[in-house]
Nanobody, 125 residues
Framework: QVQLAEFGGGVVQAGASLRLSCTVS????????MAWFRQAPGKEREFVSC????????FYGDLVKGRFRISRDNAKNTVYLEMNQLKLEDAATYYC??????????????????WGQGTQVTVSS
């Protein structure tokens, strides 16, 4: 049974950095896509970033491009999201997601087969 577990959320000041991690258990990652989404209260779930396990191709949402960086550790079956220059509007619950195989619809949350429980990121002024 595939399970995703996120770690690393917390409370930070605007301008600070934070790193989230998501570890997949149940099977080794292969030709999967790992993604991060976020959802603030009253808002729709928003694509943040994704990475293809084969090739390591990365994609970012427009609001985080240049500030966030996604990476992976094959040996640990883990994906990371390094968040820099955090803004008040980055505050949200961040979710890790996995799709079994590449999809061109990687920006859509319905494209993903598995989800983590979410980790809260709070940004204070």
């Amino acid at each position: 049974q595939v399970q995703l577990a996120e770690f690393g959320g917390g409370v930070v000041q605007a301008g600070a950095s934070l790193r989230l991690s998501c570890t997949v258990s149940g099977r080794p990652l292969r030709s999967d896509v790992m993604a991060w989404f976020r959802q603030a209260p009253g808002k729709e779930r928003e694509f943040v970033s994704c990475i293809s396990w084969i090739g390591g191709n990365t994609f970012y949402g427009d609001l985080v491009k240049g500030r966030f960086r996604i990476s992976r550790d094959n040996a640990k079956n883990t994906v990371y999201l390094e968040m820099n220059q955090l803004k008040l509007e980055d505050a949200a619950t961040y979710y890790c997601a996995m799709n079994e195989g590449w999809t061109s619809l990687f920006r859509l949350h319905r494209s993903y087969d598995y989800w983590g429980q979410g980790t809260q990121v709070t940004v204070s002024s």
